[in-house]
């Protein structure tokens, strides 16, 4: 192994636990403890004519702030450079990148075509190894899509260092709030997981909540009181087309989520006063009835390998979670301790469930083990809600709102450690935040 990635996996090791047999490679899993960042370096690209010089700075500082956003890195500042990197192909002077303590460097060029078409291409070199971490890669976009391009460096740079994929090519669908506390507009929105290129799919004339990706990322399920009623819509985030997908007449349906293939989802249908699970087909429309107690089942979400499905019931007299096959059958509790529970959400990973719990007055996202065990808190406040994942399975994003009148709902993210807690920057009031896997 190289290096680099050992020093890395060594001050994350002292301070993690275990290691664990599971399906697949070993990995190092952190649960607790401050991690020492790694510094490295990002100058700026080298633009190989006049239209890229303005790109090839921006693009390195977007590198950089996605590495630095993470907690797990620490950037050292271009003032602090000795050498300034004037050619791609220039041999790297190791020895003034020591001196300044870089145990990592990125090393860009970018060239922009009469066309639009922007091509960037990066390598990276563990310093005090002095060799190149795997072999530089070319990616290629538009002028528009620069963004993009920085995201999918970042990713490879952060999969490179730290053994995981990344997470920085994603985005979030999540409900933009405007107004007054007691009678905000909301309204469907997508932006990139660090909140840039914000785009409205819906707009303000009627309350919408809960919105999910598909597996592709392609498609969002949200529920809407445009009826006056919960219904459920499907939208295609390309062209923002939609239609309702469950209307019963004197039902209520909401919380939906869609099964890993893409060809189901899972949902809470109201209907007689009781509220069930239901799995509908979304090629025939049909749906069956998951669960049938005198208690109310809500949001589901669906293991990674989709033979499982965990949800909030309140059958023990208080909201609690659950797991049952992914057909319907027997449920097994898997939440004990004091407090309650809900809007439980898999981990990509299949290895942990996030969660939200309300104790003492204080509202809290956690995670715990597929079977209860090992909850961890991660966060307190008056209101932490809506845990959703980001692709990699590292971090979590939620739902904090503010107390009293002028109080506001914001978006946060957090590591699964608890540390490295972040707002997320959006322009304005934000909730119900869901995670897209990584783009294609």
Known sequence: MIRLFMCLCLAVAVLASPLRAQEGPLRIEITEGVIEPLPYAVPSFVPGNAAASELSANIARVIASDLNGTGLFRQ?????????????????????????????LIVGAVDVDATGRVTV?????????????????????????????????????????????GYFDSRVVFVSETGPKGSRQKRLAIMDYDGANVTYLTDADALVLAPRFSPLGNKVLYTSYETGEPRIYEL???????RPLESQAGTMSFAPRFAPDGRSLVYSLSQSGNTDLFRMDLGTGRSDRLTSAPSIETAPSFSPDGGQIVFESDRSGTPQIYVMPAAGGEARRISFGQGRYGTPVWSPRGDLIAFTKQSKGRFHIGVMRTDGSEERL???????????????????????????????????????????????????????????????
């Open 76 to 104: 050292i500042p271009d003032a602090a450079h000795i050498s300034r990197i004037t050619s791609f192909a220039s041999p790297v002077q190791f020895s003034d990148w020591k001196a300044i303590n870089a145990q990592a």
């Open 121 to 165: 291409r990066f390598r990276l070199f563990d310093v005090f190894a002095g060799q190149e971490l795997g072999q530089g890669l070319q990616l290629v976009g538009t002028t528009d899509g620069w963004r993009r391009i920085a995201h999918k460096v970042a990713d490879q740079v952060y999969s490179r260092l730290t053994g995981e994929s």
């Open 378 to 440: 991660l966060t307190a406040s008056f209101l932490d809600e809506g845990p959703t994942w980001a692709p990699n399975g590292r971090v979590i994003m939620f739902t904090r709102e503010t107390q009293g009148e002028q109080g506001s709902s914001n978006l946060y993210s957090v590591d699964i450690t608890g540390r490295n807690l972040r707002q997320v920057a959006t322009s304005t009031g934000a909730s119900d935040p869901a995670w897209s896997p990584l783009q294609e």
């Open 236 to 242: 295609e985030v390309g062209s923002a087309r939609r």
